[in-house]
């Protein structure tokens, strides 16, 4: 499969300190990427380097599926907000857009209203930046972003401080430009459960290291209630429960068995079990939110 963004063992020190240690990221053509971790995780280091705004110490970028030597060039097909949008203060919203088509080289300012329409900042009119709303900056950003029509947009924590409504905001602009522009988009954030209503596919990331990869798909999967089993012999439940026709469950450690679904039957699964001869030390519903799933794979840990 060819990714528009990949790394391989990507690494930045300083020092004695990995801010980003063997990072091996894979973002595909059209997808919105959750890049998921706690503060000073690593995500701003990494999303720098893939925009070449700091220099990996060791490991390759891959872009457009060229190698960091053919794809120097393909940044220019990155739009990126990192950190602080720059924005003009007592400019209108107009103006830091024509200011950031003149410094991209772009002489035909059409486009400037379409992109202000995305974001939803097309009638701001006179109004300058110093009056705006935080929410309103951040869209600004994630506009200036937007100009020289890039295929792919790299956002750095864009829900950081918003409101719900604003939050909200971000979120539908995002999904339409991955919808209707085919915009690949990295999105970095701390907060899980906000990405995880439009993210396809997340990477986690803690202390520096790349936890897991893993589509919305299987993250909802394995996130949703199930009931967990604690048995000496998880093999001997398989064939039981197979044979009663019960086909969604997965072994997750050496005594441990998780059945999706069937919350109401757990009576019944008990005593088909124990029945069966399948000796049962522990049975009982278990609910994992996003949240919990994500703290669970960090151990809880925050980097300092």
Known sequence: ????????????KYGKHFAADGVNLHVKR????GFIGTN??????CMKMICGLAEQSEGEIMLFGKTEDESHALRERIGSLIEEPGLYYDMTAYQNMKFKCKLSGIRDYSCIEEILKLVDLQNTGKKTVNKFSFGMR????IALALVGNPDVLVLDEPINGLDPQ???RIREILVKLRDEKNLTIMVSSHILEELSKIADTFGIIH???LIEEISREELLSR????????????QLACVILEESGIKEFKVTDSQTLNIMGHLDETAKINELLVGNGCKIKQLK????????????????????
């Not at 059209?30 to 990427?33: A, D, K, R, W």
């Not at 000073?40 to 280091?45: L, Q, R």
């Not at 996130?223 to 998880?234: G, L, S």
Request: net charge neutral; glycine share 12%; hydrophobic share 25%.
């Open 207 to 209: 202390k520096g290291k």
């Open 30 to 33: 059209g997808e919105i990427y």
């Open 223 to 234: 996130c949703q209630n199930h009931v967990e089993i604690n048995t000496d012999n998880p």
């Open 285 to 304: 519903i278990v609910s994992v939110d996003i949240e919990d799933y994500y703290f669970k794979k960090t151990s809880g840990g925050a980097e300092k």
């Open 40 to 45: 000073g995780a690593g995500k701003t280091t």
């Open 138 to 141: 951040q869209r600004l950003g």
């Open 1 to 12: 499969m060819e990714y528009i963004i990949e790394t391989r063992n990507l690494t930045k």
């Open 166 to 168: 604003g939050i909200a």
